[in-house]
């Protein structure tokens, strides 16, 4: 089983591009996860789906968005990149009630 | 605001000492803590604790959740140098049937030299 699969590994993107990270289970999860991890900071929550339809803001949703497109895929978008969004992002899923959760190996994103 | 604080922030041990991970929590909606070690890329998951006061155990590391202290500890005995990592731990949060969103601490950088 591939588990969870994150595109692009690596980018670079200038100030002011947009751009679209991937991600995709293959576990029949519900809930999926978007964080940010920066040096000292931990992982930090950007935007959760506890189920497909649905979004919620995490704790640093300013500058991104995202789409729940299905049960397996659960899209970030920056639509006007920043120096401030340099940092790697992991995308995580899920089962329900108390399960372990599953993350990507993680993209990491420069802004120059 | 949901919290998650983890202590120490950074770790040095020698092989062989043993050394505990605290982390608390100040959130709504607790539903069960989570246990991470991240090395180089992806966290990998250790433990999920739901009940207060019964320990998990895999080799050489133990949990143990106490929710009248809103806290739990992760041991590390006998060190090894490939316990260094970075240990994260998160709080999954709900409400209804399920448990939705997962709050992590800064993690504890643990370092163990020879």
């Known amino acids: 089983n591939a588990g969870v699969t994150q595109t692009p590994k690596f980018q670079v993107l200038k100030t002011g591009q947009s751009m679209t990270l991937q991600c995709a289970q293959d576990?029949?999860?519900?809930?999926m996860y978007w964080y940010r991890q920066d040096p000292g900071m931990g992982l930090r929550l950007i935007y959760y789906?506890?189920?497909?339809?649905?979004?919620d803001k995490g704790e640093v949703p300013n500058g991104y968005n995202v789409s729940r497109l299905n049960k397996r895929e659960f899209s970030l978008r920056l639509e006007s990149a920043a120096p401030s969004q340099t940092s790697v992002y992991f995308c995580?899923?899920?089962?329900?009630?108390?399960?372990?959760?599953?993350f990507g190996q993680g993209t990491r994103l420069t802004v120059v | 605001e949901d919290k998650v604080v983890q202590s120490p922030l950074s770790l040095v041990v020698h092989e062989g000492d043993t050394v505990t991970l605290n982390c608390s929590y100040e959130?709504?909606?607790?539903?069960?803590l989570l246990w991470y070690k991240q090395e180089k890329k992806a966290p990998t998951f250790l433990f999920m604790l739901?009940?207060?006061?019964i320990e998990k155990k895999s080799g050489r590391l133990s949990s143990i959740l106490d929710k009248k202290e809103l806290s739990s500890i992760l041991n590390i005995t006998a060190t090894q140098t490939g316990d260094s990592a970075i240990y994260l731990c998160?709080?999954?949060?709900?409400?209804?049937?399920?448990?939705?969103?997962?709050?992590f601490g800064k993690g504890t950088k643990l370092s163990v030299i020879p």
């Open positions: 959130v709504t909606n607790f539903r069960s």
């Open positions: 739901t009940s207060s006061g």
């Open positions: 998160a709080a999954a949060l709900g409400s209804g049937a399920g448990s939705y969103q997962l709050t």
């Open positions: 789906s506890a189920s497909e339809g649905t979004t």
């Open positions: 995580a899923s899920r089962g329900q009630l108390n399960t372990e959760a599953f």
């Open positions: 576990m029949n999860h519900n809930s």
